[in-house]
């Protein structure tokens, strides 16, 4: 297992010009990102909705590469949307997902089957070309740019430490530094998308 | 006294021809069709693949098309959702969290099963669907014929104009399979 935070500064350093959706792994990536124009850092509008709304935005921009910092909790609730990424099969679309055994926003109680399950295997059942799964940061490291160098759909499953949070949810210090609507005005005005 | 039979031609404006509903998408410049098969719709579906001006993103679970819809709008495209009012209701959060939420301007095209005209419904899918709509305050159009048609279009300029997710209901499963 692995920081989510290292694991998205090794990340920053390939990311170019990548549009992306860091889910989970919001509170981290908006203090590494320097593009925060093409950065979807949408908190949770409803759980298990992360991977749909990448794969529009992947469908909506095949020029844009988009990558999705998808977490299991989110995908378990989700997993008919493998098939359809895989049917779709956008090029342009970079699937990783964070691995932390946990529900860790809600205190940290386990998913279902949380050790045993490979979403590496079940990406790749669904269809996906590509799928990995790294529980070391340097394979994680070592594998990046080739993974980022060859088209999508991939998926890459990431085991990370939970960060797990106990304080009830109205006394948590606010991550987000913008509203949800401002994100997307902000991508909309870097896309040159009218409204 | 002997009721008279319809003619066919009264029989065609008595159902909703699917013809119709593809130009109401393409008039409003639908790019694609997020959609569950369901049996108001299967003539539609046939018409939307034979069509290359859509893309249809099929999905699993009706709940998953209200993100990728948000997504597919987020980035400049023009989504429809089509799925049956069983679906929409078990979506509720997803139609909250990325659609109402985010201020996405797509229109929900829902087949009405159950839907009897005369309020006595034996399915309790058409029981609940108006009232689902209404606890979200959800906007709907009935759609039942041809003739009802270009309702279609008034939902499609609501949600652009109000920035929501508006309704229409599709209120003819026993002609969904007709050609």
Known sequence: ?195 | MAQTPATPAQADEAQLDPRLVLDEMKKNGVTHVVWLPDSETNFLYQLMEADPSLTLVPVSREGLAFSIAAGLATGGQHPIILIQNTGLMESGDSLRGWTIALQIPVVLMVGYRGWTRHGVNTDSAATYTERFLNAFGITYYLVETSADAPRISIAFEEARRTQRPVAVLMADEYHGFNR
């Open chain 1, 1 to 195: 297992m692995f920081q989510t935070a290292d694991m998205l500064r090794i990340f920053n350093a390939h990311r170019g010009d990548a549009i992306v959706v860091p889910g989970r792994g919001g509170p981290h990536w908006n203090k590494i990102s320097t593009r925060p124009g093409r950065d979807v850092p949408l908190g949770d509008p409803a759980m298990g909705g992360h991977a749909g709304f990448a794969l529009g935005l992947a469908l909506a921009r095949p020029a844009d590469r988009v990558v999705l910092f998808d977490s299991e909790g989110d995908l378990l609730m989700s997993l008919g949307i493998l098939p359809t990424v895989a049917e779709l099969a956008p090029a342009n679309f970079y699937h990783f997902m964070l691995d932390n055994e946990c529900y860790a926003t809600t205190g940290g109680q386990p998913v279902p089957n949380a050790k045993n399950v490979a979403y590496d295997v079940i990406a790749r059942g669904c269809g996906y070309p590509r799928a990995f799964a790294f529980d070391k940061l340097e394979d994680f490291e070592a594998s990046l740019p080739s993974i980022l160098a060859q088209p999508g759909p991939v998926f890459a499953a990431l085991k990370v430490v939970a960060e797990v949070e106990n304080v009830p949810i109205g006394q948590r210090a606010r991550w987000q530094t913008r509203t949800r609507d401002r994100v997307l005005a902000d991508l909309r005005a870097e896309l040159g998308v009218a409204r």
